[in-house]
């Protein structure tokens, strides 16, 4: 009998998991199709690749957090939802064709 509770409640908790899962699964967004140079919102030693004034040429070398000269790759269309953020270019995401 306590086993058969045991097993129910594991059969529920897995339904609930099922339910609960799906609408956060479509929330996420899926894979761009093109990527931004977003500037302006880049942390300290947060930043992708060199600085576009030329300072330095490699990632992680921020010193200050929203420089306006050091920038993340964002999905296309998100740096201008963000505070501070300004768009620099737009390069085309990587395909996994085969």
Do not use: R
Not at 2 to 31: E, F
Not at 60 to 69: E, I, P, R, S, Y
Not at 72 to 86: A, Q
Request: one cysteine or more; proline letters at 5%; glycine letters at 10%.
């Amino acid at each position: 009998m306590k086993k058969s509770i045991v097993v129910q409640a594991a059969i529920a908790n897995i339904l609930l998991i099922g339910l609960t899962a799906s609408p956060i699964a479509s929330a996420v967004p899926d894979q761009p199709e093109f990527w931004e140079k977003c500037t302006g919102i880049s942390k300290a030693g947060k930043n992708d690749c060199g600085s576009l004034s030329g300072k330095h040429g490699c990632a992680g070398q921020a010193a200050f957090d929203n420089l306006d000269d050091e920038w993340v790759y964002v999905p296309k269309g998100t740096c201008e939802k963000i505070t501070g953020g300004k768009v620099a270019k737009i390069k085309p995401a990587k395909t996994n064709k085969a």
